[in-house]
T-cell receptor
C-alpha cells in the first residue's frame, strides 16, 4: 500500500497565480479530508468528502479556495488567486468511513511570494 | 469547529523520563480521542487512541488517560527516548454513526528528549 499520495511536495508561486494541489487516497478509503497546517493556527480542517460528495466545507477560508473529488481515487484543492497568507502545508488524509483510522499524506508545502 | 486545547506548547524531557501532554475539550459530542505524532517533513501519524468508555489505554510506552467528567485527556510517554522527539497532537471527533466527521486538533506540543 503506497499510502496517501500528494503532489507536488513543494510549490512556490507568485501572488495572484492559480495553485492546484493533488491527492490520491488509499484504495478502498471512501472519506477524504483536506487540512491546512500553519504555526499560528495549527491543523485546520478545510473540507471533507464521503463517497466523493463534499459533506462539510465550512473550513474553507474564502471563495478563492475550492475542492473537487471527481472519482474515488483523486481529489484536488485549488486556490485562485493565491495570496501570501495562503502559505502553509496542506495535508490530505483518507479513511474508510466507519473506521477511525485516518491516514495522512506527506503534505504539500505551499509558498506564495 | 469546537476547540481542543493542548498544553504545553513545548516540552523538554531527559532520556528515560516521563513525558506528559495534556488536552481539554468542550464538545460533549466528541467520542474518539486520538494522538498523532509528526516528524519534520512528514504528515501526522496515528499513535494511540481512546474511546470514552475506558479511562486508560496503554500501548507499549504510550498511555492515554481519559477523564470524561473533566473533559480532559492526556498522553504519557514512559522511558522517553531521543527517537520520541517530535510534535504531538491531540485530536477529537464526534461519533456520528460512521465516523463521518473530520478531526479537531490541538495546537501541538513540540517534544524534545535530551540524551
Amino acid at each position: 500500500d503506497a499510502g496517501v499520495i500528494q503532489s507536488p511536495r513543494h510549490e512556490v508561486t507568485e501572488m495572484g497565480q492559480e495553485v492546484t494541489l493533488r491527492c490520491k487516497p488509499i484504495s478502498g478509503h471512501n472519506s477524504l479530508f483536506w487540512y491546512r497546517q500553519t504555526m499560528m493556527r495549527g491543523l485546520e480542517l478545510l473540507i471533507y468528502f464521503n463517497n466523493n460528495v463534499p459533506i462539510d466545507d465550512s473550513g474553507m477560508p474564502e471563495d478563492r479556495f475550492s475542492a473537487k473529488m471527481p472519482n474515488a481515487s483523486f481529489s484536488t484543492l485549488k486556490i485562485q488567486p493565491s495570496e501570501p497568507r495562503d502559505s502553509a502545508v496542506y495535508f490530505c488524509a483518507s479513511r474508510f468511513q466507519g473506521n477511525y483510522g485516518y491516514t495522512f499524506g506527506s503534505g504539500t508545502r505551499l509558498t506564495v511570494v | 469547529q469546537q476547540q481542543v486545547k493542548q498544553s504545553p506548547q513545548s516540552l523538554i524531557v531527559q532520556k528515560g523520563g516521563i513525558s506528559i501532554i495534556n488536552c481539554a475539550y468542550e464538545n460533549t459530542a466528541f467520542d474518539y480521542f486520538p494522538w498523532y505524532q509528526q516528524f519534520p517533513g512528514k504528515g501526522p501519524a496515528l499513535l494511540i487512541a481512546i474511546r470514552p468508555d475506558v479511562s486508560e489505554k496503554k500501548e507499549g510506552r504510550f498511555t492515554i488517560s481519559f477523564n470524561k467528567s473533566a473533559k480532559q485527556f492526556s498522553l504519557h510517554i514512559m522511558d522517553s527516548q531521543p527517537g520520541d522527539s517530535a510534535t504531538y497532537f491531540c485530536a477529537a471527533t464526534p461519533y456520528s454513526g460512521g465516523g463521518a466527521d473530520g478531526l479537531t486538533f490541538g495546537k501541538g506540543t513540540h517534544l524534545i528528549i535530551q540524551p
